[in-house]
């Protein structure tokens, strides 16, 4: 089993003299950066920056190396059929826009329909809600249960001969709900429709093979997963990406340029335009390779035990309701509760005066909000530096605040 202290330690944040005795349960959020990634970024700029794909002298051609590195780094973390499917992006809003862009406008029209879920995040909602504005198609969303799970009931329902698109999150960033993924992109896949999942919280912590899983695209960000700010990947299958158009354009996504038209690079850099991430980049390689090295079995096995321990603990709390996390439930690592009639601010409050970092607000799920008709929840997520006595603290400092309240 996985040491949390010793991990811990390899995290500079919690050496910081102000951060020494930090709770930190925001990791849904963004996760915090161990030593080796903030050397690798620091490594870079002091020994290597340089553009890449561009100057042929030594340090740009390390630069592009490193960079390139990363990218065959992430097919094989995924299990990705080639480098060639992995594109960089901002994070997983963008690799989320860049198909809404690049595929469903030119292939949606009107009568088509694209299929979402009532507890996709903002970014794997809004997307498609301007997309099919702007092309005629319709949105439907497969209903989410009291327990916070999907309700699969009616899927079939919901799978047709209209379905051109189906587009859905691996694992909730409010109810923690792990969906069965697999079994929605085999239906979609029999009725024709491709598939897209927002992977942002479930590649965190869990081992991940597109290949097997057969999306058509999966969108991640770098900074959920100890990685820099500033980079994602969209992994698309290498069709769709050959007949999709551009998404952004300028410098290194063309082939040639005249005064009257461009031809395009090669896949993925036609989807790469002008100057990318690449610090970032670098540095969300050396958070893989720390995944790698610690073991993402044992950080599943871990997380998981610790959200069981937290919400027995939680249970305990008078007047605590948690959203989702059923007996049946597939559920792990993101907790969202409201105490009492106390409002998700007010909470969250109390629990900064303890130095408990935890978010409040309706986390970029209003529909999930609306489902519970809720307007917020305070929301604890952990990650593999989080330890029993960050639990601890927690529902201490949440028996306080109710004690005080009442
Ligand atoms: N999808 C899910 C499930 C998320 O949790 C988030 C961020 O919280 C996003 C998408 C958006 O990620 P980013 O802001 O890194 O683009």
Redesign the pocket.
């Known amino acids: 089993m996985l040491d949390p202290n010793k991990i811990k330690s390899r995290f500079p944040i919690f050496s910081d003299s102000e951060n020494t005795d930090l709770v930190f349960l925001d990791n849904?959020?963004t996760t915090q950066k161990p030593d080796v990634v903030v050397e690798k970024l620091n490594d870079f700029y002091s020994r290597y920056n340089a553009n890449v794909h561009r100057g042929i002298y030594r340090i740009g051609e390390l630069a592009t190396m490193e960079y390139e590195s990363v990218r065959k780094k992430i097919a094989g973390f995924i299990n990705a059929k080639s480098e060639k499917n992995i594109v960089f992006t901002?994070?997983?809003?963008?690799s989320?826009n860049l198909v809404a862009y690049s595929w469903a406008r030119k292939n949606l029209s009107p009568g088509d329909e694209i299929l979402v879920t009532e507890m996709e995040?903002h970014?794997?909602l809004v997307p498609w809600q301007l997309a099919a504005q702007q092309t005629g198609a319709t949105l439907r969303y497969i209903p989410i249960t009291e327990a916070g799970e999907l309700d699969l009931s009616d899927l079939e329902k919901y799978l047709n001969s209209k379905t051109k698109l189906v587009a859905i999150?691996h694992?909730?960033?409010i109810l923690g709900t792990i969906n069965p993924v697999k079994k929605i992109i085999d239906l979609a896949h029999n009725v024709g429709a491709k598939v897209l999942i927002?992977g942002?919280?479930y590649i965190t912590h869990a081992s991940l093979n597109v290949d097997e899983l057969d999306c058509d695209f999966y969108?991640f960000?770098g900074?959920?997963m100890m990685g820099p700010t500033g980079v994602?990947v969209l992994y698309a299958k290498q069709v769709l990406l050959e007949e999709m158009d551009p998404f952004l354009s300028g410098g290194d996504m063309i082939l040639s340029v005249s005064m009257e038209k461009s031809t395009w690079n090669d896949i993925p850099y036609k989807f790469e335009a002008g100057t990318p991430n690449i610090a970032q980049v670098i540095g969300l390689g050396a958070a893989i390779q720390f995944i790698e090295d610690t073991g993402i079995d044992k950080i599943d096995e871990f997380i998981t035990s610790l959200t069981k321990t937290a919400i027995t603990k939680l249970q305990s709390v008078r007047g605590l309701r948690i959203y989702g996390h059923g007996p049946s439930s597939d559920s792990t690592s993101v907790i969202s509760f409201n105490l009492a009639d106390i409002h998700p601010h007010d909470v969250a409050q109390f629990l900064d005066m303890d130095n408990i970092a935890v978010r409040a607000g309706h986390?970029?799920t209003q529909p999930v909000m609306l489902k519970y008709n809720i307007s917020s929840t305070v929301r604890a997520s952990l990650y593999i530096y989080n330890t029993p006595q960050d639990i601890e603290r927690l529902v201490g400092s949440l028996q306080k605040t109710i004690n005080f309240m009442s």
């Open positions: 849904a959020s901002k994070g997983t809003t963008e989320i995040h970014s794997n999150v694992q909730s960033n927002d942002a919280q969108a960000s900074h959920k994602g986390h970029c």
